[in-house]
């Protein structure tokens, strides 16, 4: 598995009004994506989105998605190292493919393949 590092890191939010105003604040920048079911912002080259359907779908904190070249070998590699598959391969739009496992001790880890 080849990974180029953190590139995303996705919060679930209950409140997206509440929270566009505060991470917007923090980053200084206007989202580059804002949409009901997805605001996304990029600053000093880390991409931070917010995601009012997180809760509805277990998260309870902030998911670490790793970027990767090949996101079905490197989901097979954590799978075999004992990871437990949460989402499996998914189409978000454009090519943009992402999966998720949670790890032995609960924390759940992205990935992240670009289009």
């Known amino acids: 598995m080849t990974t180029s590092g953190i590139g995303t890191i996705v919060i679930p939010v209950g409140d997206l ?3 566009k105003a505060l991470y917007g604040a923090l980053l200084g920048v206007a989202p580059d994506v ?3 079911y997805y605001v996304g912002y990029t600053a000093g080259g880390q991409h931070v989105g917010l995601d009012p359907q997180g809760h509805a779908r ?18 097979d590699d954590l799978l075999a190292a004992g990871a ?7 189409d ?3 090519g943009k493919l992402i ?5 032995k001790d609960g924390a759940t880890l992205g990935l992240l393949q670009p289009a």
């Open 17 to 19: 009004t509440a929270a």
């Open 34 to 36: 804002d949409q009901p």
């Open 58 to 75: 277990g998260l309870t904190g902030p998911v670490m998605y790793w970027h990767v070249d090949d996101i079905k070998a490197a989901l």
């Open 84 to 90: 437990e598959e949460v989402q499996g391969v998914k």
């Open 92 to 94: 978000v739009g454009d």
């Open 99 to 103: 999966a998720t496992v949670r790890d």
